[in-house]
């Protein structure tokens, strides 16, 4: 079990600069190559995800070295970025690892640490400091609900997005193939988002009590 101490904050904070570095590595090297589309490249959930990841580890790392107690919205915040994350990872590498590239790419190699990093290393790391650190405020199983609110307004924003200018971050959101798949996926990731935090919260205080 990781106590709440200096080093706790240090580590948050530092696991939040290895997001925030990864992200300027691809976008320093897709510019260096002119192939850097910032419309695009800040729609896609991993973006979006690492960026708000490291915004919540940064925000309660700083609390802890200030020795100041969480509030509930942060912790919230955390457990829906640790279920944001594990999404990430999961479905990076269950589906979209080995899917074609952008066409426009061709011949364009992502580097590979960061993709690495945001996609299997980081999730797993935000996955684990979520069950091994104690929460101040203790999340009853109805707050898992509230992690719906941020995948839910990126789906509606990349769907609005996708029918205006036809383009799509993920072919599971693309109705090309169907809106039955498109909606089967949709209510598919949502579950997976309620049950991941529904299984995060009694997984952690079962974990913390184990640490007493």
Known sequence: MLKT???LGFLRIAMALVLFGSIFWQITD???????R???????FTITSCLLTGLALVLSGLRVLR?????KFLTLFRLTMAASMVIVGVIYNALLA???????DVGYDWPVLPNLLMHTYMPILVFLEWLLTRTAVPLKLKSAF???VYPLSWLAFAITRGF??????YWFIDPQYGFATMAQWIL???????VLAVGLLPAQKAIAKLGK
């Not at 910032?38 to 896609?44: A, I």
């Not at 598919?188 to 309620?194: L, P």
């Open 30 to 36: 897709r510019v260096a190559h002119n192939l850097f």
């Open 164 to 169: 205006i200018t036809g383009w799509w971050a």
């Open 5 to 7: 101490s200096m080093g």
């Open 188 to 194: 598919t990731i949502a579950a997976f988002f309620v």
């Open 98 to 104: 080995d899917a074609a590239p952008d066409p426009r």
């Open 38 to 44: 910032p419309t695009e490249y800040f729609t896609y």
């Open 67 to 71: 020795n100041q107690e969480e509030t």
């Open 146 to 148: 509230w992690v719906l």
